[in-house]
């Protein structure tokens, strides 16, 4: 059964960075779609950003773009989101999503994934 750990989450001001990453021990994570996902409290979850299997595409939701980076590291089997310029609104439980069988925009646009890590929380206040 994959398991996915995240880490990296904290408190950071408004404009200060922060790197999450998403690990599987015993598991190659380039045979799968990850993907980031939030959710704030009393909203949805949301997709943030995703990577495909195979071709790496990526896909980043419109409130995002330029600020975060999605990335795979395959020598440690670890995908990473570098997010810069954070904003109070980017507060939320970040999660680790793994999936063999969807894209990365599939992943992100309707929030769905076979495999979830426990979450990682990220505070963006001053």
């Known amino acids: 059964q994959l398991q996915l750990v995240e880490s990296g989450g904290g408190l950071v001001q408004p404009g200060g960075l922060l790197r999450l990453s998403c690990a599987a021990p015993g598991f190659t994570l380039d045979d799968y779609t990850i993907g980031w996902l939030r959710q704030a409290p009393g909203k949805e979850r949301e997709g943030v950003s995703c990577?495909?299997?195979?071709?790496?595409?990526?896909y980043y939701t419109d409130s995002v773009k330029v600020r975060f980076t999605i990335s795979r590291d395959n020598a440690k089997n670890t995908v990473y989101l570098q997010m810069n310029s954070l904003k109070p609104e980017d507060t939320a439980v970040y999660y680790c999503a793994a999936d063999r069988d969807i894209t990365g925009r599939a992943m992100c646009v309707i929030p769905h994934s076979d495999y979830w890590g426990q979450g990682t929380q990220v505070t963006v206040s001053s």
């Open positions: 990577i495909s299997r195979g071709d790496g595409s990526t």
